[in-house]
């Protein structure tokens, strides 16, 4: 019952900004993190960026000091800021969204946002 929706994705150069965004609706519970994955072809699937329900937020690596990731206070909503685009940042990007149910952890994916960047 739980639905994300991902919005934002799109085609820029390298060295562009874009702006990704997961609104999270329906049966919603207690969340644990939300945040971004995303897949490359040829690439497995990586941890982009994710946040906890107690504020503590995780970065791949590759994208530390370039992406930013936030929520709407009081609201199922995260979002990416990405900077300084590469190429190798093209990817489809996924919203997930953790929560627990009853006691146990369940896990929801959005259907993917594509974000190409071209050099």
């Known amino acids: 019952q739980v639905q994300l929706v991902e919005s934002g994705g799109g085609l820029v150069q390298a060295g562009g900004s874009l702006r990704l965004s997961c609104a999270a609706s329906?049966?919603?519970?207690?969340?644990?993190?939300m945040g971004w994955y995303r897949q490359a072809p040829g690439n497995k699937h990586e941890l982009v960026a994710t946040?906890?329900?107690?504020?503590?937020?995780v970065y791949a690596d590759s994208v530390k000091g370039r992406f930013t990731i936030s929520g709407d206070n009081g609201k199922d909503t995260v979002h990416l800021q990405m900077t300084s685009l590469k190429p190798e940042d093209t990817a489809v990007y996924y919203c997930?969204?953790?929560?627990?149910?009853?006691?146990?952890?369940?896990?929801?994916w959005g259907q993917g946002t594509q974000v190409t960047v071209s050099s």
């Open positions: 997930l969204r953790n929560q627990r149910e009853l006691g146990m952890s369940h896990s929801y």
């Open positions: 329906g049966d919603l519970k207690s969340m644990i993190t």
């Open positions: 946040v906890s329900s107690d504020g503590k937020i």
